[in-house]
């Protein structure tokens, strides 16, 4: 489990490579998986790919997505984080 916020506010494309979230503003920049624990994209002009959300969620980190009036609006957890969702899939 990581320790590390990361923190959106401007505009940006969040991608994977090598077990790495890889943040690019202009400028790249380049975070291992297992450091997060929480990503807050804060803004609406940012583009995530299906790759790394997979990945954030493997790794344990949960994602929250906020509108325009920064307040969250969605939060994207890890499946099997808790034991009850791990028991009622397989009954789905």
Aim: hydrophobic share 40%; charged share 15%; aromatic share 4%.
């Amino acid at each position: 489990m990581g320790w590390r916020t990361l923190h959106i506010a401007h505009p940006a494309r969040l991608s994977l490579r090598h077990d790495s979230l890889v943040l690019d503003n202009g400028e790249e920049y380049t975070i291992p998986l297992s450091d997060l624990s929480c990503v807050v994209i804060e803004t609406r002009q940012a583009t995530l790919t299906t790759p790394l959300i997979d990945a954030l969620a493997l790794s344990g980190a949960v994602t929250y997505i906020c509108d325009e009036k920064h307040i969250p609006s969605c939060v994207l957890l890890p499946f099997h984080a808790h034991s009850r969702q791990a028991g009622v899939a397989p009954l789905q």
